[in-house]
């Protein structure tokens, strides 16, 4: 079973400032994991995944994301919030050993940038 | 951006109406997805597709139906619309791509059933 948990509905920051968008997992082997991003009005847009390797990942607009397997997560990172950062984001995983290729998406994480 | 399409991107209908949402991907992806999502809300996975002629219900129980009779082409049929079906419905399909399949996502078509 695959489960992911992002434990608050909204994050607040000012511009400028950094940010982190908080996840955690549960899988039975070891995980895929995403985070896409969803701005008003629009579909998911996909910005990066860990897949094996380096525990850091760099992806789109800037963001990345750190794997830390010892305490299941893999919150998303920004040094410097933009107010065009404000939207919706989600994480979501896939656990490896299962027989499945869909993942399984959280519940989203409203970013609210402050000028 | 991912070439995924949707259409409509917004529909108002009433109650009994049998609608098609459509869904085309012009990248030759062989699995796609159909997301129901209310607003600021989570996703639930209602239908997908591993292939043509290939069509799985997802997690969600839905009454809609699909066909995959097309690589590109992913349409989802409520055959008889309803208020609970109002939310917004979005497309995907996905690629095997950096050692693992990555899901992109259409637009989404807003569904609001009167």
């Known amino acids: 079973a695959q489960s992911v948990a992002q434990p608050e509905d909204q994050v607040n920051v000012a511009e400028g400032n950094p940010l982190t968008v908080k996840c955690t997992y549960s899988?039975?082997?070891?995980?895929?994991l995403f985070w896409y991003v969803q701005y008003p009005n629009r579909g998911l847009q996909f910005l990066l995944k860990y897949i094996t390797g380096d525990n850091l990942v760099k992806g789109s607009y800037g963001f990345e994301a750190e794997f830390n397997k010892s305490q299941t997560s893999f919150h998303l990172k920004k040094p410097s919030a933009l107010v065009s950062d404000s939207a919706l984001y989600f994480c979501a995983v896939r656990d490896k050993t299962g027989g499945s290729y869909i993942p399984t998406f959280g519940r989203g994480t409203s970013l609210i940038v402050h000028p | 951006e991912a070439d995924i399409y949707q259409t409509p991107r917004y529909l108002v209908i009433g109650t009994g109406k049998k609608i098609t949402l459509e869904c085309s991907q012009t990248?030759?992806?062989?699995?796609m997805y159909w997301y129901q999502q209310d607003p600021g809300m989570e996703l639930h996975l209602i239908h997908y597709s591993y292939g043509v002629n290939s069509t799985e219900k997802g997690d969600l129980s839905s009454e809609s139906t699909v066909s995959r009779i097309r690589t590109e082409h992913f349409p989802l049929t409520l055959e008889s619309a309803r208020p609970s079906h109002t939310s917004q419905y979005l497309c995907?399909?996905?690629?095997?791509?950096?050692?693992?399949?990555?899901?992109?996502f259409g637009p989404g078509t807003r569904l609001l059933v009167l």
């Open positions: 990248m030759g992806h062989d699995k």
């Open positions: 899988v039975s082997g070891n995980p895929y």
């Open positions: 995907a399909s996905s690629e095997f791509s950096g050692g693992e399949e990555t899901q992109y």
